[in-house]
């Protein structure tokens, strides 16, 4: 199916309707678009989009991960894909806000959820093994925007030049499989257990990308951040531990930054990808400040 496809047209000759259906578009989405249909008295929801080269988004990864994290009992059912759709169980829940991310009564539930991707998905996941190392991201994204003729050239050296400094900070690493984008809307709570969605981004990692994700995308304060880390490894965090954690907290927002750096000059969907830069280049050098002051305590 042609990428230039109105994907309302597309959802609607997809082989797994029962009938015709009309799709609803439902807010969200920043790599693709979404939509609510009814088939037979039964709700869906659908995701269109295509492979993204610039993000490393490959579908059939993305794919083969739904299908393990559903297997895992983290994320919800397929239903059918085909090539730039996918269809999957639609979850009647609330999405989660940054706030309530941050709400301390949800930290125990979170933990778990994350526990149980990254322990449990491997045992289901089929074919290749997709990895997501954030340094890797931020090399590839600066040849990316080299060769766009970015706007933000001229930060690359030095943002490459700190992105060597994490690495090393961060040492050997534990490998799980991660969500690896935990955004506060990719949290559905359908009042009795949470659920995980959106896995454009999901291979093995290690567990401190997620935690440091899920801290720098809700604005977590240091205490909460505290509390996850040690709610996370069961035992008091040591210094070392807060520092490799502290570094990939700002590997997080650097990828984060320079994703929408990307985004600025490739995405052709509509969203304020110029506002979005600015504000997560401003995150990245409060947290780099934070990760100086405890390297040199």
Known sequence: MPESR??????????CWHGPVD??????????????????GRRYFVRIGHDIPVH?????????????AHAAGVAPAVIHSEPGALVLEFIAGRTFTPADARDPRNLGRIVDILKRCHRGIPEFLRGPAPIFWVFHVVRDYAHTLTEGDSRHRARLPALLGIAARLEKALGPVDIVFGHNDLLPTNFIDDGTRLWLVDWEYAG?????????????????????????????????????LMLRFAAMNVASLLRETMWSMVSEIHS????????????NLARFEAALA???DLAAA
Request: proline share 8%; charged share 20%.
């Open 6 to 15: 109105d994907p309302e047209a597309l959802i609607a000759g997809l082989s």
């Open 23 to 40: 799709p609803q578009p439902v807010a969200g989405g920043i790599t693709n678009t979404n939509y609510s249909v009814f088939d037979q």
């Open 56 to 68: 490393g988004i490959v579908r059939a990864n993305e794919l083969a991960a739904n299908r393990a």
């Open 204 to 240: 093995f990692n290690s567990p401190l990308f997620d935690l440091a994700g899920l801290a720098s995308n809700n604005e977590y304060p240091p205490e909460l951040s505290l509390r996850l880390i040690e709610s996370y490894f069961g035992r008091p965090a040591d210094r070392e």
């Open 268 to 279: 052709k969907l509509e969203f304020d990808y110029v506002a979005y830069t600015a504000t």
């Open 290 to 292: 934070a990760f100086d």
